[in-house]
């Protein structure tokens, strides 16, 4: 059960990408676990991956491909992470790529692998090389949905928006679906995106793009911590609208297409929080009057993955005091308690380094009481801002993880 709504739409096809889901059996049988994405021999792709040290062998083989070519190809898999796996996991990357490259007659490094699931197994290469056909076969533009089904893992829902806008009298159109609800801390979450437009941009111009639409999403969000193996995001643009080309993210048309691309961005990664293993509550928290956004973002952060701060949302529970542990404890230096206050959904809860005057346990039990809820922490030290988005911790976070392989 999701914390709040998620809506979803059937997306809309993206002129120039065609998809293909089938069931590979990778970890459940019957279940549509394998994606085939395939692009418009010009179009645009751009890219961003997991910093976490022990990547997974489809980030490092991507990287890798990308650098070398556009893709033509990507290929996903849910079930198996393909992570821990040391150079077997690699060499197994590698062929799932030359499968897609034989059935499709494009070269290897033309496709870019992709996994999810469960880290350290071996990758079942068997049930790719008789399902990837299967998935070839099936590739058309109104697939979608389908694909958004097919990558979960623990999510509860897919994730899927669409938006259009208007360049120089042409429509062009942005859709994206994404997974993700656990295993959520993304440093560029375990999150996989793809987003692709019929607009036609520059490879620079739609780098920059990516960069900025998910430093304000994917960037600030976290479900518990943990940053994944194998965490990608995918930015595609086909061209196929036929609009002048976009050569600067700067542009007007460049502005146009990141404020529709934020919007997505911004559902997807909401949606990944609000769908957070267990969770019930989203939490908006957001720090304001710092000296830099990332002495801000710290302090988010420090509050969004305080499991004692979590627990008390999930209760319902007004512990304020866990709030203000989690600011102190930042490590910020030169911040002056005194001068800070702390509002949770309008209710003021402290201030002059200690409770509200006015503050009653009454009035934060009711502030704690809704799915959705903002903190609001004001540093009185600056100018800079950061937003994070979180959930609470429940009792069914810790069963589903810990039931996870079983």
């Not at 083989?61 to 796996?85: F, I």
């Amino acid at each position: 059960m999701a914390a709040g709504n998620i809506p979803f739409r059937q997306p809309l096809p993206v002129a120039g990408i065609r998809l293909g889901a089938a069931a590979a059996g990778i970890k459940f049988a019957d279940h549509k676990d394998l994606v085939l994405i395939e692009l418009a021999a010009d179009a645009e792709c751009a890219a961003v991956f997991t910093r976490n040290a022990f990547c997974a062998a489809p980030v490092t083989v991507a990287r890798e491909h990308l650098r070398k070519q556009a893709p033509r190809y990507l290929l996903v898999n849910s079930g198996n992470a393909n992570a821990g796996t040391g150079q077997e996991g690699t060499q197994a990357a590698l062929e799932t790529c030359r499968m897609v490259a034989r059935v499709a007659g494009v070269a290897e490094t033309s496709v870019l692998p992709f996994s999810t699931g469960v880290i350290g197994q071996p990758l079942p290469l068997e049930k790719f090389a008789n399902t990837i056909p299967i998935a070839f076969s099936s590739l058309h533009e109104g697939a979608w949905g389908d694909a958004a089904h097919a990558i979960m893992t623990t999510d509860t829902v897919p994730k899927a928006r669409s938006e259009i806008l208007r360049i120089d009298g042409r429509s062009i159109v942005v859709t994206g679906i994404a997974k993700g609800a656990g295993m959520i801390r993304p440093d560029m979450a375990t999150m996989l995106a793809y987003v692709a437009t019929d607009a036609a941009v520059n490879g620079n111009a739609l780098q920059d793009m990516l960069t900025a639409a998910v430093r304000r999403s994917f960037n600030r969000i976290s479900v518990d911590g943990d940053t994944s193996t194998n965490d990608a995001c995918v930015l595609i643009a086909t061209g196929q609208a036929r609009n002048p080309p976009i050569s600067h993210a700067s542009s007007a048309h460049g502005q146009a297409l990141q404020t529709v691309l934020d919007r997505v961005f911004a559902f997807l990664a909401e949606a990944i929080v609000r769908d957070g293993e267990g969770a019930t509550k989203f939490i908006r928290i957001k720090v304001e009057s710092g000296l830099s956004e990332e002495e801000c973002s710290h302090v988010a952060y420090g509050i969004a993955h305080s499991p004692l701060v979590k627990t008390a949302f999930f209760a319902s529970d007004a512990n304020w005091g866990r709030i203000l542990a989690a600011v102190g404890r930042a490590g910020i230096s030169g911040l002056d308690i005194s001068a800070i206050t702390v509002d949770l959904n309008g209710v003021r809860i402290v201030e002059g380094g200690g409770r509200a005057a006015n503050y009653t346990d009454d009035a934060g039990q009711a502030a704690m009481r809704p799915t959705d809820i903002d903190v609001v922490v004001d540093l009185a030290r600056g100018n800079a801002r950061a937003e994070v988005w979180t959930c609470d911790l429940s009792y069914d976070y810790v069963r589903i993880n810990a039931e996870y392989r079983t």
